[in-house]
């Protein structure tokens, strides 16, 4: 979706200006900014799959009748990326080993756990994995718990709206909260229904332009204060 991949490009640039701007930022932070624009990367390849299914294949013919005509592959391993990122995102603005070690922990069952569902479903070239979707959605919000836990009692509360990772955290919450449920409960609805598929994709659209909208809201207002990553 053009209007997803403008607004994606946009908080990728401020986060690049954020930092490269602020000599502080942690590595966490700067990965982050590449992952933005992976993720824009991304929006722009996997648009070959519905350009070739509206043209009739009259682009990207060669992907007709392959494992590579539906762009699942290319979105499930996005996913795999997108639950790594977000969830040692959050994990390396933690303060506690233990919490740090656990989620390190979890995070190594879940690839593993992932790697293993694919090969048991086949669903890697056709399909997306509820357990994925549902395991690494939980994962990625007991990071982000864990992260509140520690700013609920620490003095960062004090200065939470300036503070980069609070933004990224409700952006990442909306996301997985509203899109996780419309993806697994999308595999068990009828995909010709034009009702269906206009909800799909006003829903989709609306929680992506919001969710990136954070992040580059979060990237200018924490400009000014330059130790906020």
Same mark, same amino acid.
């Given at each position: 979706?053009?209007?997803?991949?403008?607004? *994606?490009?946009?908080?990728?640039?401020?986060?690049?200006?954020?930092?490269? @701007?602020?000599?502080? @930022?942690?590595?966490?932070?700067?990965?982050?900014?590449? &992952?933005? /624009?992976? #993720? #824009?990367? *991304?929006?722009?390849?996997?648009?070959?799959?519905?350009?070739?299914?509206?043209?009739?294949?009259?682009?990207?013919?060669?992907?007709?009748?392959?494992?590579?005509?539906?762009?699942?592959?290319?979105?499930?391993?996005?996913?795999?990326?997108?639950?790594? $990122?977000?969830?040692?995102?959050?994990?390396?603005?933690?303060?506690?080993?233990?919490?740090?070690?656990?989620?390190?922990?979890?995070?190594?069952?879940?690839?593993?756990?992932?790697?293993?569902?694919?090969?048991?479903?086949?669903?890697?070239?056709?399909? !997306?994995?509820? &357990?994925?979707?549902?395991?690494? #959605?939980?994962?990625?919000?007991?990071?982000?718990?864990?992260?509140?836990?520690?700013?609920?009692?620490?003095?960062?509360?004090?200065?939470?709206? #300036?503070?980069?990772?609070?933004?990224?955290?409700?952006?990442? $919450?909306? /996301?997985?909260?509203? /899109?996780?449920?419309?993806?697994?409960?999308?595999?068990?609805?009828?995909?010709?229904?034009?009702?269906?598929?206009?909800?799909?994709?006003?829903?989709?659209?609306?929680?992506?332009?919001?969710?990136?909208?954070? !992040?580059? $809201?979060?990237?200018? $207002?924490?400009?000014?204060?330059?130790?906020?990553?």
């Amino acid at each position: 979706m053009i209007p997803v991949s403008v607004l *994606v490009l946009f908080s990728a640039i401020l986060g690049w200006y954020y930092i490269h @701007a602020n000599k502080k @930022a942690k590595l966490a932070t700067k990965y982050f900014v590449y &992952f933005l /624009l992976l #993720t #824009t990367l *991304v929006e722009i390849i996997g648009a070959y799959a519905p350009i070739a299914y509206f043209s009739e294949y009259k682009y990207f013919s060669f992907v007709e009748g392959t494992l590579f005509e539906e762009n699942y592959w290319l979105y499930n391993i996005y996913a795999l990326i997108s639950f790594f $990122i977000y969830v040692n995102y959050f994990k390396w603005h933690l303060e506690n080993k233990l919490q740090r070690n656990l989620v390190s922990i979890l995070l190594v069952l879940f690839v593993i756990g992932l790697i293993i569902d694919f090969s048991i479903s086949g669903n890697f070239f056709n399909g !997306y994995s509820a &357990f994925g979707d549902i395991a690494g #959605t939980l994962l990625v919000l007991f990071s982000i718990s864990l992260y509140y836990y520690q700013l609920l009692t620490s003095d960062e509360i004090l200065n939470f709206n #300036t503070s980069l990772p609070f933004y990224i955290s409700i952006g990442a $919450i909306l /996301l997985h909260l509203v /899109l996780t449920p419309l993806f697994i409960y999308s595999g068990y609805f009828d995909s010709e229904s034009p009702e269906f598929v206009e909800l799909y994709k006003r829903i989709v659209l609306f929680t992506n332009l919001l969710v990136y909208l954070l !992040y580059s $809201i979060g990237f200018i $207002i924490c400009l000014r204060k330059k130790d906020s990553s």
